[in-house]
């Protein structure tokens, strides 16, 4: 009797145009947001997902998907400056960093900003108040790239950077 009910739904499924349908619920870790998520494809071919009973196409879906934010990390930069100095044998870069998500900011405080350029990788140590200031020394940088973290000691790796923030990408100013 159950055997013949699962392939009335199933035959009923395929009547109706369904090939596939798989169905998630997206929850960001420590978070009490929920999502009931619907990937669908039908007999035509057309493809779509139905988030939280609302019908997106593929292409609003990735949109969707990217403006939800991410509480992996717990600090992104606030306000960001790289500028070239007045010889243009150096970049300033100064600007500080705000708690984006509490809990894993107190799990893992930042301590240390990395700067990562053409000629490799530096750091500069943060304030209590979450700024730096750093003079690099990189004439030809075009763009530097800041992440917050802090330091840890392993017997086998020595020094290891361990990232609590997300990636920022500054394009360098000219000295005015």
Same mark, same amino acid.
């Given at each position: 009797?159950?055997?013949t009910k699962?392939?009335?739904?199933?035959? #009923?499924?395929?009547?109706?145009?369904?090939?596939?349908?798989?169905?998630?619920?997206?929850?960001?870790?420590?978070?009490?947001e929920t999502?009931?998520v619907?990937?669908?494809t039908?007999?035509?071919?057309?493809h779509y997902?139905?988030?939280?009973?609302k019908h997106?196409?593929?292409?609003?879906?990735?949109?969707?998907? #990217?403006?939800q934010?991410?509480?992996?990390?717990?600090?992104?930069?606030?306000?960001?400056?790289?500028?070239?100095?007045?010889?243009?044998k150096s970049?300033?870069?100064t600007?500080?960093?705000?708690v984006?998500?509490?809990?894993?900011a107190?799990?893992?405080?930042?301590?240390?900003?990395?700067?990562?350029?053409?000629?490799?990788?530096?750091?500069?140590?943060?304030?209590?108040?979450l700024?730096?200031?750093?003079?690099?020394?990189?004439?030809?940088?075009k763009?530097?790239?800041?992440?917050?973290?802090?330091?840890?000691?392993?017997?086998?790796?020595?020094k290891?950077?361990?990232k609590?923030?997300?990636v #920022?990408?500054?394009?360098?100013?000219?000295?005015?």
């Amino acid at each position: 009797m159950k055997i013949t009910k699962i392939i009335e739904v199933a035959l #009923a499924a395929t009547m109706l145009g369904v090939v596939s349908m798989t169905s998630t619920t997206a929850q960001a870790k420590g978070e009490t947001e929920t999502h009931s998520v619907t990937e669908t494809t039908e007999a035509d071919g057309t493809h779509y997902y139905t988030i939280d009973g609302k019908h997106y196409t593929p292409k609003a879906y990735a949109t969707w998907e #990217a403006k939800q934010v991410n509480k992996r990390y717990g600090y992104d930069s606030a306000v960001v400056f790289a500028k070239k100095s007045k010889s243009g044998k150096s970049v300033v870069v100064t600007g500080n960093f705000e708690v984006l998500n509490a809990k894993e900011a107190k799990q893992h405080k930042a301590t240390y900003v990395r700067f990562k350029t053409y000629k490799g990788y530096q750091s500069a140590k943060l304030t209590q108040k979450l700024t730096f200031k750093k003079t690099i020394k990189a004439p030809k940088a075009k763009t530097v790239s800041i992440q917050a973290g802090y330091y840890s000691k392993t017997k086998k790796k020595g020094k290891v950077f361990h990232k609590v923030s997300t990636v #920022a990408q500054i394009v360098v100013k000219a000295y005015k």
